[in-house]
C-alpha cells in the first residue's frame, strides 16, 4: 500500500507540474507538439532567467570595479542602445528572407551573445587599467547587439508557440518560475561577490551566467518551430516606404510605439543608476544590492499568476494602464531614499507594478503585431524602444554629471507621468481580437 501511494503521490505531481509548465488546465486538449513546445519554452525561461538576472543586477557593478566611471557607465548604455537599434532591422530582413528564425535565435541569441558573457569573466587575466574598462564596456555592448539581433525571429517564434487564449496564464506561470530563478540565483551569487575580492567574484559569476545560458540554449534548440525553416511569407520587401505603407494600417501599433519611446526613455534616465546609486552613495555591498533586486523578484511573483488570470479576462491593456499609473512613483520616492529598509519597501511596490507591467505589456504588444509580419513588427518596435533607451540615457548621464542623482530620479518620474497620460489617451481600446477574447 506504501508503495502503491508513493507511485500515485509521484504520478500526480508529475501530472501537475507538466500542467503548470503549460499555464494551467487550459491546455490540456490542446495537440501534444503545442504542449511539448510550451514545456521547453519554459525551461528555455527558466535558465535565461537565471543568466540574464547575474548579468542585469552584477554587470554594472562588475565594470565599476575595473575602474569605469558613472559617466562611462551611462555612455555605455547609450552605445549599447544604438547599436542594437542599427542590428534589429537586419535580424527581421533575415527572418523574412531566409527562415531559419529558430536557428538564428540559437545561433545570435544562445550562442555569441552567451559566449561573450565567458569573454567578459576572463578579460582581467589578459587585460588592465583602463584598457580593460573600455574592452569590458565594449563586449557589454557586442552582447546586447547579438541578443537583439536574434529579437525578431525569437518574437516571431514566440507568437506562433504560445495560443493567444492562454498567453495570460501561461506567461503568467513561466514569467513566476522566471522569478523563483531570478531571486535564487542573485542571492547566491550576491554572497559569492560580496565574499571574495574583486573582481574574482563578478568572474566566477559571469562564468556561472554563462554555463546556465547553455541549458536555456539547449532547451529553445528542443521546440519544434510550428513554421519550419521555410522563409516567413510577407507582402512587399522590408523597405522603409514599405513599412511606413504597412503601419498606417495599423495605428495602434503606431499609437504604441510613440508611447513606449517616452517611457522607455523616461525610464533609462534613471535606469542605468540605481545600483550605482546604491554603491557609491548608499554604500551598499553587492549582497545588499542583491537583496533588493530579489525583494523586487518576491514581489512580483506575489501578483505574477493573478494578473496573467487578469489579463486574460479584462484585456492587457486595462492592466497596463493600472501599471504605468503606479510606476511613476518608484523614481520620485527614490529622491527622499537614504536607508537600506527604504530601498526594500519601495522595491516590494516596485516589484508588484513591474510584473504587472512586463506581462501584460509584452502581451499587449503580440496582440497588435499582424501574425505574418511580426518579425518585421517587433524589430521596428524594438528599434524605437532602443533609440528612446539611448537618449534616456545619454539625458541620464548629463544630468548625473551637471546635477545629482535626485535630479535623474525627478526627471525619471515626470517623463514616466506623461508616457501614461499619453498611454491612457492614444489607446482607448484593446486590439479587436483581445477584446473579443476578453468578452469570451
Request: charged residues 10%; hydrophobic residues 55%; aromatic residues 12%.
Amino acid at each position: 500500500m506504501h508503495r502503491a501511494s508513493l507511485s500515485v503521490f509521484r504520478a500526480r505531481t508529475r501530472r501537475a507540474f507538466r500542467q503548470f509548465t503549460w499555464g494551467g488546465d487550459w491546455a490540456i486538449s490542446l495537440p501534444s507538439q503545442i504542449k511539448q513546445n510550451l514545456q521547453w519554452f519554459f525551461f528555455d525561461g527558466l535558465f535565461a532567467s537565471a543568466s540574464d538576472n547575474i548579468v542585469i543586477t552584477y554587470l554594472v557593478l562588475y565594470i565599476l570595479a575595473l575602474g569605469a566611471t558613472r559617466t562611462q557607465i551611462g555612455l555605455m548604455s547609450s552605445l549599447s542602445s544604438l547599436t542594437v537599434a542599427l542590428l534589429l532591422l537586419p535580424g527581421a530582413i533575415l527572418v523574412e528572407r531566409y527562415g531559419h528564425r529558430q536557428q538564428l535565435t540559437l545561433m545570435f541569441g544562445g550562442g555569441i551573445a552567451r559566449l561573450v558573457l565567458l569573454v567578459l569573466a576572463c578579460l582581467p587575466f589578459f587585460l588592465h587599467g583602463q584598457l580593460l574598462v573600455l574592452a569590458a564596456m565594449a563586449f557589454s555592448i557586442c552582447r546586447d547587439a547579438f541578443g537583439n539581433l536574434a529579437f525578431p525571429a525569437w518574437m516571431s517564434v514566440t507568437g506562433d508557440i504560445v495560443p493567444m487564449e492562454g498567453r495570460g496564464r501561461y506567461f503568467g506561470s513561466r514569467n513566476f518560475i522566471m522569478g523563483i530563478a531570478g531571486m535564487v540565483v542573485i542571492y547566491l551569487v550576491g554572497e559569492l561577490i560580496t565574499g571574495t575580492v574583486p573582481p574574482y567574484g563578478y568572474q566566477v559569476a559571469l562564468g556561472l551566467a554563462f554555463l546556465l545560458g547553455a541549458f536555456s540554449t539547449y532547451s529553445f534548440s528542443r521546440i519544434r518551430d510550428p513554421k519550419g525553416k521555410a522563409p516567413i511569407p510577407v507582402e512587399g520587401s522590408l523597405s522603409f516606404k514599405t513599412v511606413l505603407n504597412d503601419m498606417k494600417g495599423h495605428p495602434a501599433f503606431i499609437s504604441l510605439c510613440l508611447v513606449m519611446v517616452m517611457w522607455n526613455f523616461s525610464v533609462n534616465i534613471a535606469g542605468p543608476f540605481f545600483n550605482v546609486y546604491m554603491v557609491q552613495n548608499l554604500k551598499f555591498t553587492a549582497s545588499m544590492v542583491g537583496i533588493t533586486s530579489i525583494v523586487s523578484t518576491v514581489a512580483g511573483l506575489v501578483v505574477q499568476r493573478w494578473i496573467g488570470h487578469l489579463s486574460d479576462r479584462l484585456g492587457s491593456r486595462k492592466v497596463m494602464l493600472i501599471s504605468m499609473m503606479l510606476i511613476p512613483l518608484l523614481p520620485a520616492l527614490w529622491v527622499f531614499i537614504t536607508r537600506f529598509w527604504q530601498v526594500i519597501a519601495l522595491n516590494s511596490f516596485g516589484g508588484m507594478a513591474w510584473g504587472a507591467f512586463n506581462l501584460v505589456s509584452f502581451n499587449f504588444l503580440l496582440s497588435l503585431t499582424p501574425p505574418a509580419q511580426r518579425a518585421r513588427y517587433s524589430a521596428i518596435f524594438q528599434i524605437m524602444v532602443t533609440l528612446a533607451l539611448a537618449g534616456g540615457a545619454a539625458f541620464g548621464a548629463w544630468v548625473v554629471t551637471q546635477w545629482n542623482y535626485q535630479a535623474i530620479f525627478a526627471c525619471s518620474a515626470i517623463g514616466r507621468i506623461i508616457a501614461m497620460i499619453m498611454f491612457a489617451r492614444m489607446l482607448p481600446t484593446s486590439s479587436e481580437k483581445e477584446a473579443a477574447l476578453a468578452q469570451a
